[in-house]
């Protein structure tokens, strides 16, 4: 099979490997579409995790074979896969803290090498603990490309469901990418007031289709002065941070009323840095904290939301590439254009000329 293989010094290149084998309690999956998502690119980037590794895991496809025991599928379903999926047993689990868990770390799907996703790759072998709780089945009238972006619309449900905003609150929205964009469209369904901030003026249209009340640029608008005429000279009730640029945090205070609120998703590098004043968070009361990855909880639930077509998300839907011009689309999603958002990567059309 064709797989595009991470080689180290930031370099990716489509390489013919093995088609991966299943075992017992195991699903192999013919991968039909599978999202660039940013966590992948900063692992590239960044060359955060040794290689080789095949990355992707945001994938969507047909189960092509079933392992010794599996019942719950059979060859020809249509199906997501979720990467990680947590034990339910362990002290983390118990407190609901799943991303923490052991076994969550783990991941549990690979196209080669030390499993990292795979989904850049024609086949996936699915192991035995993500066959049994992290797979779920697409309608037939769903496209593989809309489905693969049942795994990150659970990442920002979970936040959301976290912050938990009330539908008389005000909440700032800081970038719009297609993360952001997935906020901006689950805020909305709360009833909350939303106002979104990019600063690529076509995300602010596509930001307003998805549900965002008021759409500005920060290069042009003093974004906390126009919140505060919003909010009778007080701030946001709750800000999330959902892209990662220096002074990004500093924005979100200032926009931010005492008491608020202020979630950051974007910073998941270790080597990022962030800097705020710590009166902003001792004497003004506010609470900074974080959320990462999926739910199992909330996996059924993202899935109705991608599938039932409540939530606009063909909206984010873009570019569509063969799995050998990879290369070209992760460059794209690393310096985005002012049509660019979620680029899907087809492995089975894996020729540059197709």
């Known amino acids: 099979m064709h797989a595009a293989v991470y080689r180290g010094q930031s370099t990716v290149g489509v390489e013919e490997i093995p088609t991966p084998g299943i075992g017992r309690g195991e699903i192999l999956i013919r991968v039909e579409a599978c999202g660039i998502c940013h966590t992948d690119l900063k692992k590239i980037e960044h060359n ?63 196209a080669g090498f030390e499993p990292a996703g795979g989904g850049f790759a ?22 593989f490309e809309r489905a693969t972006l049942v795994e990150p619309i659970n990442t920002c449900l979970k936040a959301v469901v976290q912050c938990d905003p009330q539908p ?3 909440v700032a929205i800081l970038g719009q990418g297609p993360i952001g964009l997935m906020f901006t469209m689950l805020v909305h369904r709360t009833g909350a007031r939303v106002a979104a901030t990019d600063t690529i003026p076509e995300r602010l249209a596509v930001s307003a289709r998805c549900g965002a009340d008021f759409a500005w640029n920060p290069r042009e608008v003093a974004v906390s002065d126009q919140i505060k ?38 910073q998941t590098s270790a080597a990022e840095r962030i800097e705020a004043s710590g009166a902003d968070i001792c004497v003004s009361e506010r609470t900074l904290f974080g959320c990462y990855s999926a739910s199992v909880e909330l996996q059924k639930e993202s899935a109705t939301l991608v599938f039932g077509g409540e939530l606009p998300v063909e909206e984010l839907i873009t570019h569509r590439l063969p799995l050998g011009k990879i290369r070209s689309g992760i460059d794209l999603a690393l310096h985005p254009g002012p049509k660019s958002l979620k680029i899907i990567v087809q492995p089975q059309r894996w020729s540059h000329s197709e």
């Open 48 to 110: 955060l995790l040794a290689p080789p590794r095949i990355y992707g895991h945001e994938t969507a496809g047909v189960v092509a074979a079933v392992g010794e025991g599996v019942t719950a599928y059979r060859p020809g379903d249509r199906v997501v896969a979720f990467h990680h999926i947590p034990c339910l047993d362990c002290f983390y689990c118990h407190r609901k803290l799943y991303a923490q868990c052991p076994v969550y770390k783990k991941v549990g799907i690979t």
């Open 122 to 143: 024609q086949y996936v072998r699915v192991m035995d603990w993500i066959a049994a709780r992290g797979v779920e089945r697409i309608p037939d009238d769903v496209s």
């Open 168 to 170: 008389e609150e005000f």
């Open 229 to 266: 005429k919003l909010t009778s000279g007080r701030g946001a009730d709750l800000v999330i941070v959902a892209a990662s640029v220096p002074g990004i945090v500093d924005q979100a205070m200032a926009c931010s009323r005492p008491g608020a609120r202020v979630l950051l998703f974007a």
